[in-house]
């Protein structure tokens, strides 16, 4: 069995776009379905696509060459950890189910904002500052869009998640070219 340090670099050492592609389609198609659905069916395409991200991810994982459900792969203590975090970020909808009743427009802000959270572990486990980037950063530009664009928050919050996404993307892609670099 290899050291807790040593899984802890091996977890690190992943592509880690699987995740963020699922999760940029899926906002996407929101924010797309904000504009042309009734909100009432956009509120649908949103609990049902961000709870299905983590299915989405699988599959793409199977062209990025992650293969989550690869049974060849060795047990790593980090993706259990990562699977709590994928675990928390569902149970925050039971925090954005309550204020949905009461105001539908908060869905994109609480959703978009408490599954997010689940970034900052990750960037504990891979020692690097993205997750924490894409946590604030997704906090604070949804915040902001929600109290300044009320008419348009099933639009705007979902589309700057996904450019939140495609810049954290860069950061991961920069991060395994600069780790590449690094070794040579």
Not at 12 to 32: D, Q, Y
Not at 74 to 101: C, E, H, R, W
Not at 120 to 132: A, D, N
């Amino acid at each position: 069995m290899e050291s807790l340090e040593q899984q802890r670099i091996e977890f690190a050492n992943r592509k880690f776009l699987a995740t963020p592609l699922a999760g940029l389609v899926v906002w996407l198609i929101i924010g797309i379905s904000g504009i042309v659905l009734p909100v009432k069916a956009t509120v649908w395409v949103l609990f049902i696509g961000t709870g299905s991200i983590v299915y989405l991810g699988i599959f793409i994982s199977k062209f990025t060459s992650e293969n989550f459900l690869d049974k060849k792969k060795s047990k790593n203590t980090f993706d259990s950890l990562f699977l709590f975090t994928v675990g928390q970020s569902v149970l925050v909808y039971s925090i954005a189910i309550p204020f949905f009743m009461i105001d539908y427009s908060s869905l994109p802000m609480t959703i978009g904002i408490l599954t997010g959270t689940m970034w900052l572990p990750f960037s504990w486990i891979i020692k690097h500052w993205v997750g924490i980037f894409h946590s604030i950063f997704r906090t604070i530009i949804i915040l902001f869009l929600w109290y300044i664009l009320p008419e348009y928050r099933f639009v705007s919050i979902p589309f700057a998640i996904v450019v939140i996404y495609i810049v954290t993307i860069i950061i991961l892609q920069n991060r395994k070219n600069q780790q590449k670099l690094e070794i040579l």
